[in-house]
Structure formats: structure tokens, C-alpha cells
């Protein structure tokens, strides 16, 4: 099938292309991008005024599967990703039963293949069950098509065994994925330690609980000679370590997620669960480091840590509702609300950002618009303004602090292997 996506703003980071130019995929390939006729054309799609960028590469989402599908499965994630401009997403390996052995890796992989409409990439724990008492069979799952290693939703407290992860990590070179949380530390809290958490009389994390295992997790990359990938980074001091990794030469990446660049825990307007995540939402000050850090260009990916949960989980108090919000189909528009519209980073960046940098990181040929490549492709309509409403996700999750606001940024279709996955009413 041929597909000619006509007249668009087409921007791609791997050839530096930021103009207007057709599109033409044939075969499930880019064929031509600059002047294209009709042709062979089966579909024509009017690009005029929007983006046409590589599909976008999410490197962290929780799509609950196995184990927890009343929350999201593999179908409803996908396809709330490909309605927010998502052709490629790593799942995290949190689920019920973890994901920590080569027959759950191939599950994942099998289901996605069948069902989703985009792909799907399942990350490997670091260790049996996600307990920290002894790695997983790590090399098992890179046979499997493991992407990355992670045991996000915690970190490994034992510095030795995780050391020993990176040393595999590095042998087959792939990242180390860190969610960076010292668990003792982190307690009962439920939001970050500061004045709101007073006022609301809830208990709070401190920065500490991150900054101390960016720091560790850095010279541990160090060390090994092993990828370090920085989850969801929310604090001023991670910021500032990452760039100085950067400066010293070492093998070190971070990821922020749009909450984090656009919300603050000033702005949390009570005991409301929809705002609670891990990490949370920190000081105006630590918000404020992370828009430096865009400008500077220390950070290298925006992800979302898509993280679903029931109406019933998130009814009640901050303290005893699950942590996470959903956040596959708001990120690309608080992007460009939040980030390119602000003159904070450009339409090139946000491209390399949301797309080519995460597909660098983790060795996937995708990211790209040069012909000849895999027609993996995103249209948005920058311009387009309406007001976030969770009733309409693709996604099983309601959980987003978004509810109610107004942004700027539409994505009109995704085309995922040549195929049009998602395309706006």
C-alpha cells in the first residue's frame, strides 16, 4: 500500500530536514521525502500545517501485562499509544508475575506482535521477582529480545548485585534502566517533603531518596563501563549530576517526564490522588533546574512512566492510593504547550527528545525519516487547542492531574511499518 503524506512541516533530527516536503511510503518503507506525486497513492494524507516526524519512542511505560490487566492490558496500552504518536514502547517489568524469565519476555512479545497496534519492547528485571536478592537470568532475556534491564518501580539496594548487572549490561551493551529511589528512606511518603505536604498534613519524600542513588548509580556506570539510563530524573541535584556525568565523558542518559516539566507540588490542589507519583512532583526550584537542563541540553529523552490505575485505586487520600498517572496520550501536546511554544527547546529537539535519541539508546533502527528507512511516522497539528479530557483515552487509566487543561498539540495520525495505526476523527 502506498501511503503520500502531502505538504507537511517535515522534521527529522537524523538528517537534520526541518522544511516543508511530501512524504511517500510504499511497502511499509519510506520511499521519497521531498516533492512527491499522487502515483501509486492508496491514501493521500493532508499534512498542511503540521509536524511530520519520526514515530515517537517511549522508553518507559507500565502496561500492567500480565497480571493486572484490569488496569491496562497489551491492546488498550497500544493503543493509547498510538493515539498519542507512539510507534515503539518499552514495558517495564513490574507486572504479576515479574517479567524476569525469557517464556515472560516472549509473552509479552507474542501478544504485542498479534494484538497491538504498534510495537512493543519488554524490558528484563534485574533480579528474581524484583526482591533484590539474586539476579535474574539477565542474558536469557537479552536472547528473548530484551532492550534494556530495569527494576523500576524500586532500585537494587545491593550495590554488588547491581554491579554485577551492569557487568552483563555492558557485555551485551545494553542500558541499565535506574529508577532511582532509596526505599528505606522513602518510607510512607506519599508527595515531596516540603510546605504543601505540611499544609496538607501528608507525609513527604525528600530529594535525598533520589539524588543518593543518581549519585551511586553514576559512579557504579562508571566503574562497569555499563549504559546508565536515569528514569524519570525530578529533582534539581539529579539535573546537575547528570550534566556533570555528561562533562566527565561518561556513558550516562536521562529521561524527564512531562509532569515533572510542567507541574510543581504548589500546584497539587489537595489530597488528591491524581497528582501522586514516583517520583512526585517536587519545589517550584527543582522545576525550574529541569527547563535549565532542556535549554542546556542535558536531557535526552522525555518519557511518560505511563502508569494506569482504577477509579477505585485512585479515590480517597494521597496516602493510600497507588503512585503513578497515565500519560501516553497528553505528552506530546504538554510538550508543545509546556516546552516548544515557550521557546524552552525547538520543533528539531522535541523530535531528538521524544524520538531519535530513544532510539539511539537503546540500538533500534528507527527515529528516522531517511529514505529508504522503516516508515515509522507521526502528523501533529501543533496548533490545535482543546482541553484535556480523560473520558476520551484509548488507555483503561483515568489517573492524570491534566483533567481540565488547556493546551495546544494534536496528534492526526500514526503510521506504524507502513500502516496507518491511529488517525484522528
Not at 8 to 25: C, K, Q, S, W
Not at 346 to 355: D, F, H, V
Amino acid at each position: 500500500m502506498g501511503i503520500l503524506i502531502k505538504g507537511g512541516r517535515v522534521i527529522d533530527p537524523d538528517t537534520r530536514l526541518d522544511g516543508v516536503a511530501d512524504v511517500y511510503i510504499e511497502d511499509g518503507v519510506i520511499q521519497k521525502v521531498g516533492k512527491a506525486e499522487k502515483g501509486e497513492a492508496d491514501q493521500i494524507l493532508d499534512a498542511s500545517g503540521c509536524y511530520v516526524m519520526p514515530g515517537l519512542i517511549d522508553l518507559h511505560v507500565h502496561f500492567r501485562d500480565p497480571g493486572q490487566e484490569q488496569k491496562e492490558d497489551i491492546v488498550s496500552g497500544g493503543k493509547a499509544a498510538a493515539k498519542g504518536g507512539f510507534t515503539t514502547v518499552l514495558a517495564m517489568p513490574n507486572t504479576h508475575p515479574v517479567i524476569d524469565t525469557a517464556s515472560r519476555v516472549h509473552y509479552v512479545h507474542h501478544k504485542a506482535e498479534e494484538l497491538c497496534p504498534i510495537r512493543v519492547l519488554q524490558v528484563g528485571a534485574i533480579t528474581k521477582g524484583q526482591k533484590g536478592e539474586e539476579l535474574a537470568d539477565i542474558e536469557e532475556m537479552i536472547e528473548a529480545g530484551i532492550p534494556a534491564i530495569s527494576e523500576d518501580g524500586k532500585s537494587v539496594m545491593n550495590s554488588q548485585l547491581y554491579r554485577e548487572a551492569m557487568k552483563i549490561a555492558k557485555r551485551h551493551d545494553i542500558p541499565v534502566m535506574a529508577h532511582c529511589e532509596d526505599g528505606p528512606m522513602t518510607g510512607n511518603g506519599c508527595m515531596n517533603e516540603d510546605e504543601k505536604a505540611k499544609e496538607l498534613k501528608l507525609p513527604g519524600i525528600s530529594n535525598v531518596v533520589e539524588d543518593i542513588i543518581v549519585a551511586r548509580d553514576i559512579f557504579l556506570s562508571q566503574d562497569t563501563g555499563a549504559h546508565l539510563h536515569l528514569c524519570h530524573c525530578s529533582t534539581k541535584q539529579s539535573m546537575r549530576m547528570l550534566k556533570m556525568a555528561k562533562e566527565q565523558g561518561m556513558s550516562v542518559t536521562g529521561e524527564v517526564c512531562p509532569h515533572h516539566f510542567t507541574l510543581c507540588s504548589e500546584d497539587i490542589p489537595g489530597d488528591n490522588p491524581n497528582f501522586k507519583m514516583n517520583p512526585p512532583l517536587r519545589r517550584r526550584e527543582d522545576k525550574e533546574e529541569i527547563l535549565k537542563a532542556f535549554k542546556e541540553g542535558v536531557v535526552d529523552v522525555i518519557s511518560t512512566d505511563h502508569a494506569p490505575h482504577t477509579a477505585k485505586e485512585k479515590a480517597g487520600s494521597m496516602r493510600d492510593a497507588p503512585f503513578g498517572i497515565v500519560g501516553l496520550e497528553t505528552s506530546v501536546a504538554l510538550t508543545i504547550t509546556e516546552l516548544v511554544d515557550k521557546g524552552v527547546i525547538t520543533p528539531m529537539r522535541m523530535a531528538e527528545l521524544m524520538s531519535y535519541r530513544p532510539a539511539q539508546i537503546i540500538h533500534l533502527d528507527r527515529g528516522s525519516l531517511r529514505e529508504g528507512k522503516a516508515a515509522d511516522v507521526v502528523i501533529i497539528d501543533p496548533n490545535e487547542e482543546y482541553t484535556i479530557d480523560s473520558r476520551t483515552f484509548a488507555s483503561k487509566g483515568r489517573n492524570t492531574p491534566f483533567q481540565g487543561r488547556k493546551v495546544k498539540g494534536r496528534v492526526k495520525a500514526t503510521i506504524f511499518d507502513g500502516e496507518v495505526v491511529y488517525r484522528a476523527e
